[in-house]
Structures are given as structure tokens and as C-alpha cells.
């Protein structure tokens, strides 16, 4: 049985650490190494003793896991995937505003 991730973001500001970030997602440090150094996330930081994540890095890793468990997409393709979500979700915003300005 697939396991289902989710996350409730209660503060925007919070900012967690490898360990953190590796417990709530239940993934190993080696996964996350793999995401930063692929692109798919960016930790504020300049080493993984200092790396710090927000809100939004966590939500690429349930995606990025979610696309790994369900359709069997890699690291690279991963990457793809939320790139081409995350514009399409500027597209949207932008179309809201373009919207509510008619």
C-alpha cells in the first residue's frame, strides 16, 4: 500500500533543519543531498550542518515523493515536473489578477 503524505503549513516563517526536514518527510539525508543537488531544492545555508528549509521546500518534497511513488519519475524529471508546476501556477495567479482588473 502506498503511503500518502500531507503537511498543514501553520507558519509561513518557520524554518526547519536536515534532521527536521527528514523526520516530518520521513526520507533519508541522502534524498535530500539528491534534491539540492538536482535543483529541487535550495536550503539557505552554506553547508548541511547550517542548511535551513521553509514551508515550500517541504511541499516540493512530498510532490517530488509523490511523483517518485506513484508514477516512478526520477530526480531530473522530478525537477521538470515541479518547474512546469510552479509556472503554471504564475500563469494562474496572473490570469487571476488580469481577471479581477475586467
Request: one cysteine or more; charged letters at 30%.
Amino acid at each position: 500500500m502506498a503511503e500518502r503524505y500531507s503537511i498543514t503549513v501553520l507558519d509561513e516563517g518557520l524554518f526547519l533543519g536536515l534532521a527536521e526536514v527528514c523526520m516530518i518527510c520521513r526520507i533519508d539525508h541522502q534524498l535530500v543531498f539528491d534534491m539540492v543537488d538536482e535543483g529541487l531544492l535550495s536550503p539557505e545555508g552554506p553547508s548541511p550542518e547550517s542548511w535551513r528549509f521553509d514551508a515550500v521546500a517541504i511541499k516540493r518534497i512530498q510532490v517530488t515523493r509523490r511523483l517518485q511513488n506513484d508514477l516512478g519519475v526520477n530526480l531530473p524529471g522530478a525537477a521538470l515536473a515541479l518547474d512546469l508546476l510552479d509556472e503554471l501556477e504564475e500563469l494562474r495567479c496572473r490570469l487571476r489578477r488580469v481577471s479581477q482588473r475586467e
